[in-house]
């Protein structure tokens, strides 16, 4: 039996940063809203008293149950693609907040190169410097559209940072000052002024001070106390949807959360979507929550899952090339954040203590900030040091030659466990045309629904990316004193190992509908009720942490739901055909 | 306050830190901190530790391993990963054996939350994806935090627990062949010839590569080390005293930024609970 709700002006997917914003802006603006959240209802004191690394590091307590849903994955169209099985080779948020209340807090606005990247690279280098089958393009939409957006995310988030010298114009300063300066960070900073660089403190989501954000909730000072990435804040300290878009929500008193509830289909009607079909995964029981406007934000995966296995849309074809739900999957994979790792003698360092987001930074090798006129590949990345905080489980560094295990092993890694310091390049990764998701023809869920398919390799650009940012960081390892570097290897091939949560593409955005799935308001061009919000829009990925994009789409998308709403519909953006296709 | 704090805060200790004005004024954080909220939490003095070490004894019991022998294999290996030395404990005096042996009579050994659906091919490309090799910490973004130990591939229909049973059982044929004695009895180099054959996937398993195997048996044996005592390895916290490791703690707001090391006694998951 099939349980019928009242319909309601918005129903939204996932209780992420996507999912809660919408749903926090969309209640403060009077209209009905549900969410429907596949985890349980998680709150602060769920995280008080869980530092144990064991549980939420080594076992992924916060990360979806794979035994119910997982993806499958492959590197090239003749292949079986293989379930990615357990959770050391797959992280993905669930429960209330979803991967936004483990993530670390590191926050970047991406630059404005991003979000025309096809443009402007053929304006400074010319057509031929974009290869034959890659697929980046135009999100549709520029920084300077952005920013604002930008702007009421780090607000909400209260986002603590200091300007990057080298950074995008902004509105305003950080609501918040930096975190406080450690010293391997201030050794980072030292060595890459040195080198001519221009250093500065990570904008972080772990806030340096009480703060209260505009909508009135509060988040506490963090305390630096190291169980942070992959764990929840013990003291309300690091900016999630828990303390608060959720609250936030709630008190306007038009938001109903459910929890248990995973969505499996996006129903319509004549090219309308009409709601949401999901089951209560206690019971077993299906319901169907109608609304007026259907707005996904529950992640990359999920998100492209649910329009393919809601006929939403023409999925993407490799072989022809056509159709776009399932194009230019991207994201930062293994081949990203490798650098180097240098081990001091004459240094000890307390990397024990730190915070999700505690490092230093710097942009000249971002984007297009440098000449890529003799460089073989495009874009860049930050080059970061981080101290998140090293539990002892994993401070087991040793320098190359030492073996795995046994005394020599021992000894090094007990040596050297508090005197090791790394750094890594966050490079960008380009979209290709062989590089897609889809639906997978063997492995199913729980209710037999296809799994999502994921069909990814690298290329020369990804390679050539890395070597570059491993020789930089290997540099200022070397400025930095360190009297062992090891450099980071460059693997030869994507090994499907989905860590780290930076996955997306698919349900990309533009101002072509037939390159695009969504406009720059993340509403669909083929069902103009139905907003797709999430990692799933970006055309290619920054060579930057993607969150705070994240959050400024959800502000975006919130803002053309509600403008939707009160004109009566129509599309928000008008469609405008692109002169490239590849 | 305003009412949304109150409401908020919710939470015994961090209200006590808040009347103590020590987060919010940010004055106070640390050590002072951590020792003013132990002093609260603690409960009993210390002439309780023989009580509780005769407690300890009897937490550990094989509950997973049935024959003893393959308990005393598993044994023998992680000795030979991680050995005791003038540094201090190795493996076995740091409980790992009962670690591991307890992690694999629960979820974890089972596979409750993996993917185990057929099919489950055993073709070249699944052995060559169970050979790869990449370090966990460095898998991609965020994972720094993660032990630096190969991630194990996993493509078996064989659970966690199963595969460690026919493991230490295979190290133990290997070394009755190779050496005519049983892995218990061999010299150390001996051992580490046959773990290292495991190690290179080279030892024929039934339904997965050695080389899996070994990954779980290297990653597990770091985590009895050095995980919280609670889950029967990392004795006394030895293992977080050789490392310098201090255990959970609260706040190291006053000492994030300070220059020299600080070492501190380890406090283990019991007293940070309180
Ligand atoms: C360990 C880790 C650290 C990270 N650190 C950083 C960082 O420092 N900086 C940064 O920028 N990014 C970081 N990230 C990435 C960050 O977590 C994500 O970009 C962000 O959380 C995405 O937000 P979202 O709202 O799109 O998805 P999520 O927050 O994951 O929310 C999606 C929600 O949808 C729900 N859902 C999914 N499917 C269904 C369904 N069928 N029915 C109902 N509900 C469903 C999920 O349960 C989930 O709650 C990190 C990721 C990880 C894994
Ligand atoms: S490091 Fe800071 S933000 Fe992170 S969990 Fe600890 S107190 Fe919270």
Redesign the pocket.
């Known amino acids: 039996m099939v349980t019928k709700h009242d319909k309601v002006d918005v129903v939204i ?8 914003v919408m749903a926090a802006e969309l209640g403060k603006a009077g209209k009905k809203v549900v969410v ?4 349980e209802e998680r709150e602060t004191q769920d995280y008080v008293g869980v530092k144990d690394e064991l549980r939420y590091t080594n076992r992924f307590e916060m990360m ?1 149950n794979l035994s119910h849903e997982t993806i499958t994955s492959r590197n090239t169209l003749d292949e079986t693609a293989l379930p990615v099985r357990t959770r050391d080779e797959m ?18 606005r991406w630059l404005p190169y991003d979000f025309e990247i096809r443009s402007k690279t053929i304006e400074r280098y010319g057509e031929d410097k974009i290869p034959d089958g890659m697929t980046i393009q135009d999100w549709g939409i520029t920084y300077d559209e952005m920013e604002p957006y930008f702007d009421r995310w780090e607000k909400t988030a209260g986002t603590s940072g200091e300007e990057d010298p080298l950074g995008p114009p902004r509105s305003n300063d950080y609501p918040n000052p930096p975190l406080k300066e450690s010293p391997p960070i201030k050794l980072f900073k030292e060595a890459t002024k040195n080198l001519g660089y221009h250093p500065y403190q990570v904008a972080s989501c772990n806030v340096s001070q009480r703060y209260e954000n505009p909508d009135g909730q509060v988040i506490n000072q963090c305390q630096f106390c190291a169980f942070c ?2 764990y929840g804040c013990d003291f309300g300290a690091k900016s999630d ?1 828990i303390v608060t878009v959720i609250p936030t929500a709630q008190k306007s008193g038009n938001v109903d959360f459910r929890y248990d ?4 289909r996006v129903m319509h009607e004549n090219g309308r979507a009409t709601g949401i079909r ?1 089951v209560d995964t206690r019971t077993g029981e299906e319901h169907e929550q109608p609304a007026d406007v259907v707005a996904l ?4 995966f ?1 998100n492209n899952r ?1 329009l393919l296995l809601s006929d939403i849309g023409e999925p993407y074809n490799p072989e022809t090339r056509t159709g776009f739900i399932g194009r230019n999957f991207n994201g930062q994979f293994n081949i990203t954040f490798l650098g180097a790792r240098g081990f001091f003698e004459k240094k000890k360092f307390n990397l024990y203590m730190g915070a ?2 505690l490092g230093g930074t710097m942009s000249d090798l971002a984007g297009d900030n440098f000449d890529h006129s003799d460089l073989d590949f495009l874009h860049g990345g930050g080059i970061e040091i981080r101290q998140y905080g090293d539990g002892a489980i994993a401070s087991n560094h040793v320098p190359k030659g030492t073996p795995a295990w046994g005394r020599e092993f021992k000894k090094n890694s007990i040596h050297y466990a508090n005197r090791s310091l790394q750094i890594w390049y966050t490079a960008a990764n380009m979209s290709w045309w062989h590089n897609y998701v889809d639906l997978d023809p063997t492995y199913k869920d729980d209710f037999g629904d296809p799994l999502l398919r994921i069909t990814n390799k690298y290329t020369d650009q990804d390679r050539n990316i890395a070597k570059f940012g491993i020789e930089k960081c290997k540099e200022i390892m070397e400025e930095m004193g360190a009297d062992i570097i090891d450099e980071d290897e460059i693997p030869e091939e994507f090994d499907h190992i989905y ?4 996955y997306a593409g698919g349900v990309i955005m533009g101002s072509d509908p037939d390159t695009s799935a969504v406009n720059n308001y993340l509403q669909m061009w083929d069902m103009e009720n139905l907003f797709v ?3 799933s829009a970006f055309p290619q990925f920054g060579g930057h ?4 994009t ?1 959050g400024a789409l959800a502000y975006r998308a919130a803002e053309g739901i509600e403008k939707y709403l009160n004109d009566g519909g129509g599309l928000l953006a008008q469609a405008k055909k692109e002169t490239f296709i590849t | 306050m305003t009412q949304d704090e109150e409401d908020k805060d919710t939470l015994s200790r961090r209200k006590f830190i808040k009347n103590s004005g020590l987060v919010a004024g940010g004055v106070v954080g640390g050590s002072l901190l951590g020792g003013l909220l132990t002093n609260q939490f603690t409960s009993g003095p210390k002439t309780q530790t023989k009580n509780i070490e005769d407690h300890e004894a009897l937490q550990h019991a094989r509950v997973f391993f049935n024959r003893k022998k393959d308990f005393d294999t598993l044994a023998a290996a992680t000795e030979c990963i991680l050995p005791e030395d003038d540094l201090g404990p190795g493996a076995i005096l740091l409980g790992v054996p009962y670690f591991i042996d307890k992690q694999l009579a629960g979820s974890w050994g089972t596979n409750a939350k993996e993917y185990m659906r057929d099919p489950f091919y055993q073709d070249e490309q699944v052995i060559d994806y169970e050979h790869k090799d990449t370090p966990q910490d460095k898998s991609g ?2 994972t720094s935090t993660k032990a630096p130990t190969p991630t194990p591939r996993y493509q078996t229909r064989l659970n966690r627990g199963e595969m460690f049973l026919q493991g230490v059982r295979q190290i133990n044929e290997v070394s009755k062949e190779k050496f005519d004695d049983p892995f218990t009895k061999l010299a150390e180099e001996d051992q580490i010839e046959i773990l290292q054959a495991f190690e290179n996937g080279e030892v024929p398993m039934t339904g997965v590569s050695s080389i899996t195997f070994f990954n779980f048996l290297l990653q597990m044996t770091l985590e009895g080390a050095y995980a919280d005592p609670v889950y029967g390895g990392n004795k006394d916290m030895m293992g977080w005293k050789m490392k310098e490791y201090p255990g959970p703690r609260m706040a190291y707001l006053d000492e994030i930024d300070k220059d020299e090391f600080i070492l501190k006694e380890p406090k283990s998951l019991r007293e940070y609970q309180g």
């Open positions: 997917v996932g209780s992420g940063w996507a999912g809660g429907l959240e596949r985890g979806q992280m993905v948020g669930t429960d209330s907040g979803g991967g936004s209340v483990h993530w670390a807090g590191a926050t970047y990435t992959q949807p509830a995973y969505a499996r999901y934000g529950a992640f990359s999920a649910l999700g987001a860590q780290g949560g930076h919000v999430g990692g942490h993607p969150t705070a994240i | 973004p965020n």
